[in-house]
C-alpha cells in the first residue's frame, strides 16, 4: 500500500508542539539521550526534532522505525543542532540512497562513532557514496547496513573504505553481530 500522498502518512498531521512535547518526554534528564523508537515521526517530524535548538547536547539519537524517508534523513543530516551525535540510529526508516548520500556527505555528523542505517533500502549506489565519504568520518567505530538491499559492489567498496577508515565493526550481513560464541 503506498500512503505516499496521505498527508496523516507523512506526519503532517502533527503539530510541531505535539512533536516537542513527545521529544521532550522523552528525552534523558541529561539531554544527552532521545529514544523516540517506533513513534512514526515521518519526514516532518525529523525536520521539526532536527530543528529543536534544545537538543543541542544530544549524543545518541534512536530513531528506528519511524519512517522518515529520504527528505527526513536530509534534515538530520542537514541538522546544525545535532553536530554532538556519537549515536545515530535510523533503522527501519526507509531512507534508501538518496538518504543514504544526505548522510554520507553531511559535515554535521562528523562526531559520530555508531551509526545503524540497517533495513532502510540502501542499495549499491547509496553504499558506494557512502564508502567514498566514510574515511571522514573519523570518529566512527561502528556501521551497520544489514538487511539493506546490498550486492557485490555495495559490500567491496565498504570493505575496502574500512581499510581507510576507523571502523571496526562494520556489519554487512543479517547473522552479523547474533552469533553466539560458546
Known amino acids: 500500500m503506498d500512503y505516499g500522498k496521505n498527508k496523516e502518512a507523512k506526519g503532517q498531521n502533527r503539530a510541531t508542539e505535539e512533536t516537542e512535547m513527545m521529544v521532550r518526554a522523552n528525552l534523558s534528564k541529561d539531554g544527552k539521550t532521545l529514544d523516540l523508537t517506533a513513534t512514526y515521526l515521518k519526514e516532518y517530524g525529523a525536520k521539526d526534532v532536527a530543528s529543536f535548538e534544545f537538543l543541542n547536547d544530544l549524543t545518541t539519537l534512536e530513531l528506528g522505525t519511524n519512517l522518515i524517508g529520504p527528505k527526513g534523513a536530509k534534515y538530520i543530516a542537514q541538522s546544525k543542532t545535532l553536530t554532538n551525535l556519537t549515536t545515530l540510529n535510523l533503522f527501519y526508516n526507509k531512507i534508501g ?74 556489519l554487512l550481513d543479517k547473522v552479523e553481530g547474533f552469533q553466539v560464541k560458546t
Not at 574500512?162 to 565493526?169: A, F, I, M, N, W
Request: contains cysteine; proline residues 1%.
Open 97 to 170: 540512497n538518496e538518504g543514504c548520500k544526505y548522510i554520507a556527505i553531511s559535515d554535521n555528523l562528523q562526531s559520530l562513532q555508531n551509526l545503524i542505517l540497517s533495513d532502510n533500502d540502501i542499495g549499491d549506489e547509496g553504499a558506494v557514496m557512502l564508502a567514498k565519504f566514510l574515511p571522514l568520518f573519523s570518529n566512527l567505530v561502528r556501521l551497520d547496513m544489514r538487511l539493506n538491499k546490498l550486492r557485490d559492489e555495495g559490500r567491496e567498496a565498504l570493505k575496502e573504505a574500512q581499510k581507510l577508515s576507523s571502523v571496526k565493526h562494520l
